[in-house]
Each structure stands twice: as C-alpha cells, then as structure tokens.
T-cell receptor, first 111, second 114 residues
Framework: DAKTTQPNSMESNEEEPVHLPCNHSTISGTDYIHWYRQLPSQGPEYVIHGLTSNVNNRMASLAIAEDRKSSTLILHRATLRDAAVYYCILHHTSGTYKYIFGTGTRLKVLA | SAVISQKPSRDICQRGTSLTIQCQVDSQVTMMFWYRQQPGQSLTLIATANQGSEATYESGFVIDKFPISRPNLTFSTLTVSNMSPEDSSIYLC???????????FGAGSRLTVL
C-alpha cells in the first residue's frame, strides 16, 4: 500500500497561515488524498480531501502537486483551536477500499 | 454525517482475558473500519468490516486475535483476545459515508492491560 510521510511537528503564530506538507510519492491514480485532525482524547475529524485539483472549504485549502506525489494542507489563519495532530491519509479506492493514515504532524499554535 | 457510539469508553483488563468493543452507528452504513492507536502513535488499520461478508484484515492482524462481527448495517464489535500489555491502545471504529468518501470516527475505547 502507498504511504504518506509528514514532519513530526510544526509551529505557527496565531492568525498566520500554516502550510502542512505531505509526501506520497507512491500514490496510485485512484487514491484520494484526505486530511484529518485529532484533538486530545477525541477521534480524528475530517478536514478536506481531493483527487487531482486543489480544493477549498470553510476549514482549509488543499493544494495537490501536479504529479500528485505531494500535497499541502493550508490553514489560512491559525487559531489556538487549530492546535492538533494533522494526518495526511491515502484513501485507496481500487482493490481493497480503505484509508491508510500517515504518521501525523503535531501543530502548535503560539499566541 | 453519521454519529458513532463506542462502548466501553475505557477499561482496565487483566492479562490473558478478552474484551469486546461495541460500535453503534445512528444510520445504515456499508463500510466500517476498526483502527488501533498505540500511545503517542498514528492510527493503524486493523480490518475492514462489511455487512454480510468476512472482515478483511490488514497485515499483522489476525482473526483469532481480533475477531470482528458485523451483524447488520448499524452495528459491529471488535474483540481483543488473550490480551497482553502490548494491546494497551485506543481502539477506534469509523464509517465511510455513502458517496462523500468521508470517514467519521467514534471517540474510541481506551484499553489498558495490566
């Protein structure tokens, strides 16, 4: 199965943009890229997902490289409530339908 | 999105015993997934549980150790058998929404094995 790699941790100042990178060099053409985040003592919650084109929603933006071997989650204005572990996930839709989590990036937001 | 209830939320168990975790969904879902999250780690997929078929286990997980039932479209159980301290983890149930491809997670069941 294709996997993702992420930096272990990142820091950002409050109200500044945050760019969280993810590498998925072995991604297949039918794999979706998902991002979830996990707050302490909670299950992961959905942030955004995409296949080839960049995506925007009320929470974030997802920028996908043209070769799809990397992607970046963009939080436009970080708040203290955005402090969490962010997971880049590959959603396999060909063969066995499943979601494989990356190692995650712990985001710290500084006031 | 679906609402998922997991029971128990936490438990402390003795080595060698078994524990069954229940996952109840408030709507019918086809695909259900069980994950394990060891302390300080990411989530690892244990198996995919679809109603009406045998669960599909990931490499490193076997049915004898983690038997799964999926009797209908709103319910599943995961049993952790013959537990050892290495099984101390959070076990999470999740479901995929039809068409939207988005996963929804339960709050998890925190298991401590002494």
């Amino acid at each position: 199965d294709a996997k993702t790699t992420q930096p272990n941790s990142m820091e950002s100042n409050e109200e500044e943009p945050v760019h969280l990178p993810c590498n998925h060099s072995t991604i297949s053409g039918t794999d979706y890229i998902h991002w979830y985040r996990q707050l302490p003592s909670q299950g992961p919650e959905y942030v955004i997902h995409g296949l080839t084109s960049n995506v925007n929603n009320r929470m974030a933006s997802l920028a996908i490289a043209e070769d799809r071997k990397s992607s970046t989650l963009i939080l436009h204005r970080a708040t203290l409530r955005d402090a969490a572990v962010y997971y880049c996930i590959l959603h396999h839709t060909s063969g066995t339908y499943k979601y494989i989590f990356g190692t995650g990036t712990r985001l710290k937001v500084l006031a | 999105s679906a609402v998922i209830s997991q029971k128990p939320s936490r438990d402390i168990c003795q080595r060698g015993t078994s524990l069954t975790i229940q996952c109840q969904v408030d709507s019918q879902v086809t695909m259900m997934f069980w994950y394990r999250q060891q302390p300080g780690q990411s989530l690892t997929l244990i198996a995919t549980a679809n109603q009406g078929s045998e669960a599909t286990y990931e490499s490193g997980f076997v049915i004898d150790k983690f038997p799964i039932s999926r009797p209908n479209l709103t319910f599943s159980t995961l049993t952790v058998s013959n537990m050892s301290p290495e099984d101390s983890s959070i076990y999470l149930c999740s479901v995929a929404g039809v068409g939207a491809n988005v996963l929804t997670f339960g709050a998890g069941s925190r298991l401590t094995v002494l």
